[in-house]
């Protein structure tokens, strides 16, 4: 009952400063951004593994999902949730019932008036492009794209992935998944696509 009543109190509060914002003269910015959070729904789960084959399930069935942030009130300890169509959510909760999978909660991005974050966090320092998703970075050197520091997480083949991929230029480098499959490399795949990505549009 308290978790219900603070999850309230932090839905009301949100609803406040929509409301605030509106009366304030930015109420087409107000309603575009809820508008844009109507069409989303939200998996949350209590481990981050749910997560990873959640999403792969997801994809593999054909259903055009994203892995992001939470939002801060859906925190749960996990700090990654599976972004899905809203109008395809029966579909989604049947194939994962069906394969023994139940997300903590379901819900839409309007229900907590706040989007999903990214899962990234992009740092520039002189001559370094930093990529960081959940608990792992990867680090390369603009001026040729060499990879120069992967680090971060706790699995014990951390070291193991540093020591196979620095020093490759990124497009040469082997996906992290084709090193291993734990959480960490999970994680390092996420900000290594991010990061190829990056490169691509000139970072």
Not at 24 to 33: F, I, L, P, T, Y
Not at 111 to 132: A, H, K, N
Not at 192 to 202: K, V, Y
């Amino acid at each position: 009952m308290e978790a219900r009543s603070s999850w309230l109190f932090r839905t009301c509060r949100a609803l406040k400063q929509y409301l605030q914002k509106r009366s304030s003269g930015h109420a087409a910015e107000a309603d575009a951004a809820v508008q844009g959070l109507n069409d989303r729904g939200l998996l949350v789960f209590a481990h981050t593994g749910d997560v990873i084959r959640a999403e792969r399930l997801l994809r593999q069935e054909g259903f055009p999902v994203e892995v992001k942030g939470p939002p801060p009130q859906l925190r749960t300890g996990c700090d990654m949730v599976v972004v899905f169509p809203l109008l395809r959510q029966a579909a989604v909760l049947t194939c994962l019932t069906a394969h023994g999978l139940e997300p903590e909660q379901t819900v839409t991005a309007e229900d907590v008036l706040l989007e999903p974050v990214s899962l990234f966090q992009v740092r520039q320092l002189d001559g370094w492009l930093m990529v960081r998703a959940a608990n792992m970075k990867i680090t390369i050197d603009r001026a040729d794209g060499r990879i120069v520091n992967i680090s971060g997480g706790g699995c014990p083949d951390v070291p193991w992935l540093a020591h196979c991929l620095c020093g490759l230029r990124l497009e040469e480098a082997p996906p992290p998944l084709a090193l291993g499959q734990t959480l960490c490399c999970y994680s390092l795949q996420k900000a290594f696509e991010e990061l190829r990505r990056l490169r691509a549009c000139g970072s």
